[in-house]
């Protein structure tokens, strides 16, 4: 069913684990990360992010995750991911959305803070749960990207965000050896505010066990989804030489995508909370 994170946060928070929160362009995907939350009783975010928006169209895109979640029998959230401008925060919350982020991290502090406290105060009218982002997470190897503890409570008070998406050595896209565990140690004495992880594709396992251990409770996953998805499609026919409907190789990339979505919900310790 089609619900929003508050119950979702306030549960793992208090189960120490991790909600996933699986990144869809389309029916495919969205069908992949469903059938894993489903098998596993797992709840699942599935986010939206503006490329996929360019991509699909936003009403049909949200229509697509609307209409599947309605017939599961796990909470889905439908949000929207790294939202730069208000009006597409508008326009998410008109259209049904369940969660929504405002990415002010390209603009200066104070601005970075004015607007996402517009965000936020839209999304509360709606009783709707709004995150923020501190520090940049990006693609860059910028440790002074990272968040800054000392700006933590200070922007917090400003923004109300309900959750907050902080930079602890994750970037989007890209592999790297370790996360600072200590950072994000320093922030989760700050506050109960739900922390939100980015850039988790190419974090090691081992890694992101330990900030869940140390109070991340959203993990966003992307590029595995993507990669998986173009992987499956470009060995088709080296492995199902025989398939020629389109509708059996997506059959093939949606299963492909669901165990990667399986083995992640796995690692985050979400699997049996739906
Ligand atoms: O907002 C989405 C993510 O942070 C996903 O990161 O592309 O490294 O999986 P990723
Ligand atoms: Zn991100």
């Given at each position: 069913?089609?619900?929003?994170?508050?119950?979702l946060f306030e549960?793992a928070?208090?189960?120490?684990?991790?909600?996933?929160?699986?990144?869809?362009?389309?029916?495919?995907?969205?069908?992949?990360i469903?059938?894993?939350?489903?098998?596993?009783?797992?709840?699942?975010?599935?986010?939206?992010?503006?490329?996929?928006i360019?991509?699909?169209?936003?009403?049909?895109?949200?229509?697509?995750?609307?209409?599947?979640a309605k017939?599961?029998k796990?909470?889905i959230?439908?949000?929207l991911?790294?939202?730069?401008?208000?009006?597409?925060v508008?326009?998410c919350?008109?259209?049904g959305?369940?969660s929504?982020?405002?990415?002010?991290?390209?603009l200066?502090?104070?601005?970075?803070?004015i607007?996402t406290?517009?965000?936020v105060e839209?999304?509360?009218?709606?009783?709707?749960?709004?995150?923020?982002?501190?520090?940049?997470?990006?693609n860059?190897?910028?440790e002074?990207?990272?968040?800054?503890?000392?700006?933590?409570?200070?922007?917090?008070?400003?923004?109300?965000?309900?959750?907050?998406a902080?930079?602890i050595?994750s970037?989007?896209?890209?592999?790297?050896?370790?996360?600072?565990?200590?950072?994000?140690?320093?922030?989760r004495?700050?506050?109960?505010?739900?922390?939100?992880?980015?850039?988790?594709?190419?974090?090691?396992?081992?890694?992101v066990?330990?900030?869940?251990?140390?109070?991340?409770c959203?993990?966003?996953?992307d590029?595995?989804?993507?990669?998986?998805?173009s992987?499956?499609?470009h060995?088709i026919?080296?492995?199902?030489?025989?398939l020629?409907?389109?509708?059996?190789?997506?059959?093939?990339?949606?299963a492909?995508?669901?165990?990667?979505?399986?083995e992640?919900?796995?690692?985050?310790?979400s699997d049996?909370?739906?």
């Amino acid at each position: 069913m089609l619900t929003t994170s508050k119950q979702l946060f306030e549960k793992a928070q208090k189960g120490h684990y991790a909600v996933g929160a699986f990144n869809t362009s389309d029916l495919e995907i969205t069908r992949a990360i469903i059938a894993a939350a489903v098998k596993l009783n797992a709840p699942a975010i599935i986010q939206i992010s503006e490329k996929a928006i360019a991509y699909a169209g936003l009403e049909n895109l949200a229509d697509i995750v609307k209409n599947e979640a309605k017939h599961a029998k796990v909470p889905i959230v439908l949000h929207l991911d790294h939202g730069r401008n208000l009006k597409l925060v508008h326009e998410c919350l008109e259209e049904g959305f369940t969660s929504v982020m405002f990415d002010g991290s390209n603009l200066t502090l104070p601005e970075n803070e004015i607007l996402t406290a517009k965000a936020v105060e839209m999304a509360h009218r709606k009783k709707i749960f709004c995150e923020g982002e501190l520090g940049t997470i990006g693609n860059s190897k910028n440790e002074s990207d990272f968040t800054d503890p000392s700006l933590v409570k200070d922007y917090l008070k400003k923004t109300k965000v309900d959750s907050l998406a902080v930079s602890i050595g994750s970037r989007h896209a890209t592999k790297i050896k370790a996360l600072n565990i200590d950072l994000l140690k320093k922030i989760r004495k700050l506050t109960n505010t739900p922390l939100v992880l980015h850039g988790a594709s190419g974090v090691p396992d081992e890694e992101v066990r330990k900030a869940v251990a140390a109070g991340i409770c959203k993990v966003n996953i992307d590029t595995d989804i993507r990669h998986t998805f173009s992987e499956t499609i470009h060995g088709i026919n080296k492995k199902y030489a025989d398939l020629s409907d389109p509708r059996d190789i997506m059959a093939k990339v949606m299963a492909d995508i669901q165990a990667v979505v399986e083995e992640k919900i796995k690692l985050f310790g979400s699997d049996g909370k739906g």
